[in-house]
């Protein structure tokens, strides 16, 4: 009978150890680690569209519910997006109306089988830059004056605030923040944005597509827009010739194959490197055609010493105008100079008072004597006086009271060779 016996007492000891170790159940499956369903594996890049690697592993009800959350440097989240997979796999989610080279960090959020919320560990994300974006630009129609442009634009996943057209009659893109040639539009019509350009006839333009986060620019290849002629004819602008401080000769040349042209020209200007005759330039010379050679000149004068300036030729049949390449130019500086001693800065003086205005020159020919305030002629005080280094001059009672006058010393038959004093005040 002791077998019996021993063999009871084992029963009876492990059914007693298996209802024990049933109460603890809960507790086992709270200390095991949660199901990994979704597992975030990094970030993929396509051109300017960044997305998410994901891999669903385990569907649990049949489907899956998750939430990206994409948190900026400061911790924000700047991107939420909920997505619902309904079957296992490696998919790509791309992500939206993120900064360009920017950092950000995202995690993936879902429910357990038990209802646990589990985060994946975060990954780092950085963005592409804006000039990523990939912008086309097509003409859809054209009449003599307007012409209907079209651009599809691949943002990708970056944020654009505004998108449009700019156009020039130079190939350097102008930027839309600086110039009244654009259209803008805030959003995207069918993916795709239009503009009504409306531009001149007689001039060759170039049309762009832009996009902008109002940091970034980029732009498409320009779409070239010609006005349309019978006439076959061609410009060209020649070397500098005769420069000095104050004058330069530019040379031109046009050549006509078929038709005839109206007028031809020279163009500069110290600011605008492809000076045009609509633009506010500084300089413009316009030929009428009498017949003649086709090789032309033009002595400018008048011209600020020590400056770069750029110049084209052109030539005009009433409908197109056509140019030769810019070339540019520096007028030297005057091997002449003037000094002026005083007024010295910061010196005052009286109304009715006598001003000693001295100064050195290293030539002989008379000077013109002018008062300034600021950046503005308020008088001459003499137009022409003997080069003798110091002029006495009575302060007029009209003479507004301030400090920022100063007094401008010039050659007389040279304004080019000036200097001003420093700033003094009259009171």
């Known amino acids: 009978m002791q077998p019996i016996k021993k063999g009871l007492f084992a029963f009876v000891l492990i059914i007693s150890s298996f209802i024990a170790l049933s109460g603890c159940y809960d507790a086992l499956i709270d200390i095991m680690p949660p199901e990994q369903f979704i597992k975030l594996k990094g970030v993929v890049h396509f051109g300017a569209l960044t997305a998410l690697d994901l891999e669903v592993v385990d569907l649990g009800e049949n489907q899956q519910p998750a939430t990206i959350k994409v948190y900026d440097a400061s911790g924000t989240p700047v991107t939420i997006k909920n997505i619902t997979f309904t079957e296992v796999g490696v998919f790509n989610i791309p992500l939206s109306n993120l900064k360009a080279n920017t950092n950000y960090r995202v995690e993936v959020e879902y429910s357990s089988a038990i209802g646990d919320l589990i985060k994946t560990p975060q990954v780092?994300?950085?963005?592409?830059?804006?000039?990523?974006?990939?912008?086309?630009?097509?003409?859809?129609?054209?009449?003599?004056?307007?012409?209907?442009?079209?651009?599809?634009?691949?943002?990708?996943?970056?944020?654009?605030?505004?998108?449009?057209?700019?156009?020039?009659?130079?190939?350097?893109?102008?930027?839309?923040?600086?110039?009244?040639?654009?259209?803008?539009?805030?959003?995207?019509?069918?993916?795709?944005?239009?503009?009504?350009?409306?531009?001149?006839?007689?001039?060759?333009?170039?049309?762009?597509?832009?996009?902008?986060?109002?940091?970034?620019?980029?732009?498409?290849?320009?779409?070239?827009?010609?006005p349309v002629s019978n006439n076959v004819f061609t410009s060209?602008?020649?070397?500098?010739?005769?420069?000095?401080?104050?004058?330069?000769?530019?040379?031109?040349a046009y050549n006509i194959s078929v038709g005839t042209i109206t007028?031809?020209?020279?163009?500069?200007?110290?600011?605008?490197?492809?000076?045009?005759?609509?633009?506010?330039?500084?300089?413009?010379?316009?030929?009428?055609?009498?017949?003649?050679?086709?090789?032309?000149?033009?002595?400018?004068?008048?011209?600020?010493?020590?400056?770069?300036?750029?110049?084209?030729?052109?030539?005009?049949?009433?409908?197109?105008?056509?140019?030769?390449?810019?070339?540019?130019?520096?007028?030297?500086?005057?091997?002449?100079?003037?000094?002026?001693?005083?007024?010295?800065?910061?010196?005052?003086?009286?109304?009715?008072?006598?001003?000693?205005?001295?100064?050195?020159?290293?030539?002989?020919?008379?000077?013109?004597?002018?008062?300034?305030?600021?950046?503005?002629?308020?008088?001459?005080?003499?137009?022409?006086?003997t080069n003798t280094g110091t002029y006495g001059w009575s302060i007029p009672f009209d003479v507004i009271s301030g400090n920022v006058y100063r007094v401008k010393i010039y050659k007389a038959n040279d304004a080019a060779i000036s200097t001003y004093s420093y700033d003094f005040t009259i009171q």
């Open 236 to 252: 060209t602008t020649n070397e500098v010739s005769n420069l000095t401080i104050s004058s330069a000769t530019i040379n031109g």
């Open 124 to 226: 780092q994300l950085q963005t592409k830059p804006f000039s990523d974006i990939i912008l086309n630009n097509k003409k859809i129609s054209s009449t003599s004056t307007n012409h209907l442009f079209e651009s599809t634009p691949d943002i990708g996943s970056l944020a654009v605030t505004r998108f449009g057209h700019v156009w020039s009659t130079t190939d350097i893109a102008p930027n839309p923040n600086n110039t009244f040639n654009k259209t803008s539009f805030t959003s995207l019509s069918g993916n795709k944005f239009n503009s009504n350009i409306n531009i001149p006839i007689s001039e060759t333009y170039y049309v762009w597509a832009y996009a902008t986060d109002e940091v970034n620019f980029t732009f498409s290849p320009y779409t070239i827009v010609e």
């Open 263 to 385: 007028n031809y020209g020279i163009a500069i200007s110290s600011i605008n490197p492809y000076p045009t005759t609509t633009a506010n330039e500084q300089k413009l010379e316009t030929f009428s055609i009498v017949g003649g050679s086709n090789v032309y000149s033009k002595n400018f004068t008048g011209l600020a010493a020590n400056t770069m300036y750029y110049a084209r030729a052109f030539a005009s049949d009433g409908i197109i105008t056509k140019y030769g390449l810019p070339v540019s130019f520096t007028t030297g500086a005057p091997t002449e100079t003037i000094t002026i001693t005083n007024p010295k800065a910061g010196n005052s003086y009286i109304k009715g008072s006598v001003l000693s205005i001295n100064w050195n020159a290293n030539f002989a020919l008379p000077v013109s004597i002018e008062l300034y305030k600021g950046s503005v002629l308020e008088r001459v005080i003499v137009s022409t006086i």
